[in-house]
């Protein structure tokens, strides 16, 4: 039989995770304070651990893994790469489809990789509790765990409408021993003024960021934890890349196209990552994030300095942005409702070795449903994203009648967004375009930096 899967043991967990900051082609931009200056260590050491500071500013090239955290990994690595044979077959394409199945972790996709290094270094830093935000839920569930395993206790604000969308995520992070608030809140500052000026909104990452950094800030023994855009969160990201890259090898493969859905960059990262190193020393390999066209970061966003969050109480990072208090409509894929991006992502789009596509609602469930009645595995609605492309390209090479190599993350089942798969399946889904005056109006309130 023809392998559909190919596994590694668990001795193949990557050892090192790969930082990319030496191999880019310039360096990333400081990240600023209130000032206008690069903000120094200490200063984020207010809301970090440490040793999460230190490698969110380090050019050491292989940092390496603790045990304590691989033996957390082991809990559901390394993942397995797919061969997509019956995709495939449907779309009677010449191309090859792999894709690294990150759904198989217990949260049940690729977030918690960063969640349990974050919660063992905080707990390694004496710190007792930690704060956090939520879109989809997967972020919030994988530190809730990560917490559990950790001995840490973890409060999640969940974005609102993800809250109402997505019940049993809450009951889930709740079983870990978290505790979910829905965001906005009357719990802090931020939260309550965003709630006196409108108070039935859907609520956003970047407002659920201002409340968790608002409460870490505020408090002694608490931390914050993110999961995503900041380069730490990248690079513990990329022992999927590195898998998937073994992976390929022991199938005599290596891709054309690598694709990942992208909400701040860190499957992104971690994915491409690795594939970029081989491409920076010559090997060529196409990468491409793919967002929504609802929250269109790196297709239609500013490349410019603004904040991380809605109140403006992270430091200012050089990204792609639609404007920090730019409010994307509530679709379905959550965690890709982020206005900003990772300042590593970005600087790779800008310049040029990073390709991307911004995607509608309609066709990426539609890519969701292909897949499932295909495959059998249900893609979350972020991860679907990538579905949609890759079979593009898998359509595309079958019209060029031309081989091709396609690889592709599948970040997370969907097995909690069945309620988004229902409205789908009844027609009651739309393409939910973002409204242009709103995107305009937010980039007209970019901080300005000289
Ligand atoms: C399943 C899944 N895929 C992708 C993303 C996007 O996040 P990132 O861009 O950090 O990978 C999320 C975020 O919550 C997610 O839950």
């Known amino acids: 039989m023809e392998p559909h899967k190919i596994l590694l043991p668990d001795t193949d967990i990557p050892e090192?995770?790969?930082?990319?900051?030496?191999d880019l082609p310039r360096a990333p931009d400081p990240y600023l304070g209130p000032d206008g200056h690069p903000i120094p260590p200490a200063a984020m050491e207010a809301i970090f651990p440490p040793e999460i500071v230190r490698q969110e500013m380090s050019d050491q090239r292989w940092v390496p893994i603790p045990e304590p955290?691989?033996?957390?990994l082991a809990l559901w690595r390394p993942t397995p790469l797919f061969r997509a044979r019956n995709l495939e077959a449907a779309l009677e394409t010449p191309a090859k489809i792999y894709f690294k199945h990150e759904g198989v972790s217990p949260a049940g996709s690729h977030k918690p990789n960063s969640a349990v290094a974050q919660a063992y270094y905080n707990r390694e830093a004496g710190i007792r509790r930690l704060t956090t935000e939520t879109g989809a839920g997967q972020w919030g569930s994988s530190l809730s765990l990560a917490g559990q395993l950790f001995g840490l206790a973890v409060r999640v604000y969940m974005v609102r409408v993800s809250y109402q969308q997505k019940p049993f995520r809450r009951s889930m992070m709740e079983t870990w021993g978290g505790e979910v608030i829905p965001s906005p809140s009357e719990l802090t500052a931020a939260g309550r003024q965003a709630l006196a000026e409108t108070?039935?909104?859907?609520?956003?990452?970047?407002?659920?960021?201002?409340e968790a950094v608002e409460e870490a800030a505020g408090r002694s023994d608490t931390n914050y934890a993110l999961g995503s855009v900041l380069n730490h969160v990248l690079l513990h990201q990329t022992v999927i890349g590195q898998e998937a890259r073994r992976?390929?090898?022991i199938a005599g493969d290596y891709p054309d196209v690598v694709i990942a859905p992208c909400g701040g960059g860190s499957n992104v990262g971690g994915m491409c990552f690795p594939f970029l190193n081989d491409k920076l020393a010559g090997t060529s390999v196409r990468l491409v994030a793919v967002e929504p066209t609802s929250c269109p970061t790196l297709t239609r966003g500013a490349y410019a300095y603004d904040y991380g969050d809605v109140a403006g109480l992270t430091p200012m990072i050089k990204m792609y942005t639609l404007g920090h208090d730019f409010m994307p409509p509530g679709i379905h894929a959550g965690g890709l409702r982020y206005h900003g991006d990772s300042t590593l992502v970005s600087l790779l789009h800008h310049e040029g070795l990073l390709d991307a596509v911004?995607?509608?609602q309609l066709p990426t469930f539609e890519a969701g449903v292909l897949f499932a009645r295909t495959q059998g595995i249900i893609p979350a609605p972020e991860s679907a994203h990538a579905v949609r492309t890759a079979i593009d390209e898998a359509v595309l090479a079958r019209e060029e009648d031309k081989q091709r190599t396609i690889l592709f993350t599948l970040s997370g089942h969907g097995h909690f967004d069945m309620a988004a798969y229902d409205r789908y399946l009844a027609g009651e889904l739309d393409n939910d375009y973002h409204d242009?005056?709103?995107l305009k109006a937010s980039l007209a309130r970019l901080p300005q930096v000289t």
């Not at 090192?16 to 030496?22: A, K, R, V």
């Not at 955290?69 to 957390?72: L, S």
């Not at 039935?200 to 659920?208: E, K, N």
């Open 16 to 22: 090192h995770w790969y930082n990319i900051i030496p």
């Open 69 to 72: 955290v691989r033996q957390a």
């Open 199 to 210: 108070p039935d909104t859907d609520g956003s990452l970047g407002l659920a960021i201002s």
């Open 247 to 249: 992976q390929l090898e």
């Open 358 to 360: 911004a995607v509608e």
């Open 436 to 438: 242009g005056s709103q």
